[in-house]
C-alpha cells in the first residue's frame, strides 16, 4: 500500500464541506481533468483531487496528515486511519533499541493553523527516560484529542525531563510572517526551527549523539543547518517518526506550547482563537480585523495563508493595506510540479 496516496469516497454532503474548505482554507487552485475540485496544500505537502464520480485522492509526503487533521474531523466525520481511534486508542511507543538509546526527538504544531503560532519542541529519552515518559502518556499528540488530556501529559512530561533536557521554539505570528516574507517556504521555517531546538537541547544535554524528526522537504534540510551551524549530531528524519518516544514526547510540548500561545492572544486581543482553517476560523479573523482593523492579522495570523483574502474581502480591506511581510502569498512546493492525474 502507498502511503502517500489516499482514496475516498464522499456523499454530496461530503464533498460540499471539502470544496468550502478548499475555497477557503490555504489552498492553491489546480486544474485537473474531470475534477469538480482540485488543489495543492502547500502547509501539508499534498495534492487534494475531487473527481466529478465523488472519488477523493488526497496524494504526497504530507497525505497522511491531511486526513488526519483535515479531512477526518471535517468532512468525513470519523476516524479512518490506524492507529488512531478513541481518546487515549492509540499504542505506546515501542521501545526498542533505537528508543532506548540515547537521543532526542524534535516535532512541531500549529503549522496548518491560521491562527496562533508555529511551535517545535525537542525532547530528550535514554534506557532511564523512555519507560517513564510511556507511562506518563507520550504518545502523538494528534492521537490525543483533548486539549486537556494532552496539556496534563505534557506537564508530566516536563516533570519528568526537567529544564535541561527539553527545548520549546515558538514563533509568534508576527515573527513568523516575517520568516516567511523572507524564507518564502513552510518547510525552510520548520528546518530553521528544528535546528535551533535541537542546538537549545544540546545546550543542556550536549553529549546526545542523534535525533529524529517527522521527514518534510526533502529530508536533509535540518541537518543541512546544523551542520552550518557547527553541530556534528546525526540526525534521523523519517515518516511517522512520532511513533519514537521522545518524538512522541516533543509532539506534546509543541502542542502544549501553541495552546498557551492561542490563550496568549484571547487574553491579549479577546474573541476566539480557533485551531485549524476551516470556515468558523475565518469568521473569527473577520471578527478581530472589525474590532482591531486589517493589521491585526500580522499579529495573529499566517498571512500567506489564502484564509487572509477571505478575511480582508469580508471585511472591506485588502492586502495593500498591510506591510510587505502581509502582503506574500503561499507558493506551491517544488514537489507539486507534476503532471495532471489521470482520470479514475
Given at each position: 500500500m502507498n502511503t502517500n496516496v489516499f482514496t475516498f469516497p464522499l456523499d454530496a454532503a461530503q464533498r460540499a464541506r471539502l470544496r468550502t474548505i478548499l475555497a477557503e482554507g490555504n489552498y492553491l487552485p489546480r486544474e485537473v481533468p474531470y475534477a469538480d475540485a482540485a488543489a495543492e496544500a502547500p502547509s501539508w505537502k499534498c495534492s487534494v483531487v475531487l473527481y466529478s464520480s465523488g472519488k477523493l485522492v488526497v496524494q504526497g509526503k504530507g497525505?497522511?496528515?491531511?486526513?488526519e487533521n483535515v479531512l477526518e474531523p471535517n468532512v468525513l466525520g470519523r476516524v479512518v486511519l490506524p492507529p488512531h481511534g478513541a481518546e487515549g486508542?492509540?499504542?505506546?511507543?515501542?521501545?526498542?533499541?533505537?528508543?532506548?538509546?540515547?537521543?532526542?526527538?524534535?516535532?512541531?504544531?500549529?503549522?496548518?493553523?491560521f491562527l496562533g503560532p508555529l511551535v517545535v519542541a525537542a525532547a530528550y529519552a535514554d534506557a532511564d527516560l523512555a519507560p517513564r515518559l510511556v507511562e506518563a502518556?507520550?504518545?502523538?499528540?494528534?492521537?490525543?484529542?483533548?486539549d486537556r488530556r494532552a496539556l496534563e501529559i505534557a506537564a508530566r512530561i516536563r516533570a519528568i525531563l526537567g529544564p535541561s533536557r527539553h527545548r520549546v521554539v515558538r514563533i509568534g505570528p508576527a515573527a513568523y510572517n516575517r520568516l516567511y516574507a523572507k524564507m518564502r517556504s513552510v518547510n525552510?521555517?520548520?528546518?530553521?526551527?528544528?535546528?535551533r531546538a535541537i542546538e537549545?537541547?544540546?545546550?543542556?544535554?550536549?553529549?546526545?549523539?542523534?535525533?529524529?524528526?517527522?521527514?518534510?522537504?526533502?529530508?536533509?534540510?535540518?541537518?543541512?543547518?546544523?551542520?552550518?551551524?557547527?553541530?556534528?549530531?546525526?540526525?534521523?528524519?523519517?515518516?511517522r517518526a512520532e511513533a519514537d518516544?521522545?518524538?512522541?514526547?516533543?509532539?506534546?510540548?509543541?502542542?502544549?506550547?501553541?495552546?498557551?500561545?492561542?490563550?496568549?492572544?484571547?487574553?491579549?486581543?479577546?474573541?476566539?482563537?480557533?485551531?485549524?482553517?476551516?470556515?468558523?476560523?475565518?469568521?473569527?479573523?473577520?471578527?478581530?480585523?472589525r474590532a482591531h482593523g486589517p493589521a491585526v492579522m500580522l499579529e495573529t495570523a499566517k498571512c500567506h495563508f489564502r484564509t487572509l483574502d477571505q478575511v480582508l474581502?469580508?471585511?472591506?480591506?485588502?492586502?495593500?493595506?498591510?506591510?510587505?511581510?502581509?502582503?506574500?502569498?503561499s507558493v506551491p512546493p517544488s514537489a507539486f510540479r507534476r503532471k495532471p492525474a489521470a482520470a479514475p
Open positions: 497525505a497522511r496528515d491531511f486526513v486508542a492509540a499504542a505506546a511507543p515501542v521501545l526498542g533499541e533505537e528508543a532506548l538509546s540515547p537521543h532526542a526527538g524534535v516535532d512541531e504544531s500549529g503549522k496548518g493553523d502518556g507520550a504518545r502523538d499528540s494528534k492521537a490525543v484529542t483533548s525552510r521555517i520548520l528546518d530553521w526551527a528544528h535546528a537549545g537541547l544540546l545546550a543542556g544535554v550536549p553529549d546526545c549523539p542523534m535525533a529524529i524528526s517527522d521527514q518534510f522537504g526533502d529530508g536533509e534540510g535540518v541537518g543541512r543547518v546544523l551542520r552550518r551551524d557547527g553541530f556534528a549530531i546525526e540526525l534521523r528524519s523519517r515518516p518516544v521522545a518524538v512522541a514526547a516533543a509532539s506534546l510540548l509543541a502542542r502544549e506550547a501553541f495552546l498557551g500561545g492561542m490563550a496568549d492572544l484571547r487574553a491579549r486581543f479577546g474573541g476566539d482563537f480557533p485551531k485549524g482553517a476551516a470556515p468558523h476560523v475565518r469568521t473569527a479573523a473577520e471578527a478581530l480585523v474581502a469580508a471585511t472591506g480591506h485588502s492586502r495593500d493595506e498591510l506591510p510587505p511581510e502581509g502582503r506574500v502569498l
